[in-house]
């Protein structure tokens, strides 16, 4: 398997423009995780899907944040408008079946530069 | 609510050198994760821990799950420049303390470089 892959690797964008970061989990995952990692605040976890289902989104900042995930291969973060202060490298993990609490494979992340 | 704090935040290695890392919380947890994220990378699972008193290794790393569940700490022996890199522990919030099944905690990392 070919990992978890997030498109794109590198987005800079002007601000209030609208973002979206894409991801595909792992084959077989049943748990799809969103985090921002930045120096100021490490690893956040943004939203996590259950069998597609949005299960937490208490992480996402404000309204301004969407997620989706219309199938079992295949989720979205989306900004809009975004903000300078959204720049941080998102990343998408996604977990086996009885291992959400362990092993989460994170893909390689999206580094989003607003400006 | 939950915290993982790690020491030492940053450290300088020698090739050759042992290094021991350490994670530590005000509440329990019961399962322990050690990550390590390469740059440019995302975070891969080193090692799990299950089990207080759990001392688990995988090749040069070890790590034991401590006694208090409230701390865990990470060892490697005879660092190689590969071994650069940023040390995470994580454990999987507790509904106890007001956290949702699925979600887990990060550290802030411990940042591993070479010596100049």
């Known amino acids: 398997d070919a990992g978890v892959i997030q498109s794109p690797r590198h987005e800079v964008t002007e601000m209030g423009q609208e973002v979206t970061l894409r991801c595909k989990p792992i084959?077989?995952?049943?748990?799809l995780f969103w985090y921002r990692q930045t120096m100021m605040r490490g690893l956040e976890l943004l939203i996590y899907f259950n069998n597609n289902v949005p299960i937490d989104d208490s992480g996402m900042p404000e309204d301004r944040f969407s997620a989706k995930m219309p199938n079992a291969s295949f989720s979205t973060l989306k900004i809009q408008p975004s903000e300078p202060r959204d720049s941080a490298v998102y990343f998408c993990?996604?977990?086996?079946?009885?291992?959400?609490?362990?092993?989460?494979?994170f893909g390689q992340g999206t580094r989003l530069t607003v400006v | 609510g939950q915290q993982l704090n790690q020491s030492p935040q940053s450290m300088f290695i020698q090739e050759g050198e042992d290094v021991s890392m350490n994670c530590t919380s005000s509440?329990?947890?019961?399962?322990w994760l050690w990550y390590k994220q390469d740059p440019g990378e995302g975070p891969v699972l080193l090692i799990a821990l299950y089990k207080a008193g759990e001392l688990t290794s995988n090749g040069r790393l070890t790590a034991q799950f401590g006694i208090t569940r409230k701390d865990s700490f990470l060892n490697i022996s005879a660092s190689i420049p590969s071994d650069v890199g940023i040390y995470f522990c994580?454990?999987?919030?507790?509904?106890?303390?007001?956290?949702?099944?699925?979600?887990?905690?990060f550290g802030k990392g411990t940042k591993l470089s070479v010596k100049p």
């Open positions: 994580a454990g999987p919030y507790s509904t106890y303390y007001g956290g949702s099944q699925g979600n887990l905690i």
């Open positions: 509440s329990i947890f019961n399962t």
């Open positions: 993990a996604s977990s086996a079946p009885g291992h959400w609490n362990t092993e989460a494979f």
């Open positions: 084959s077989g995952h049943d748990y």
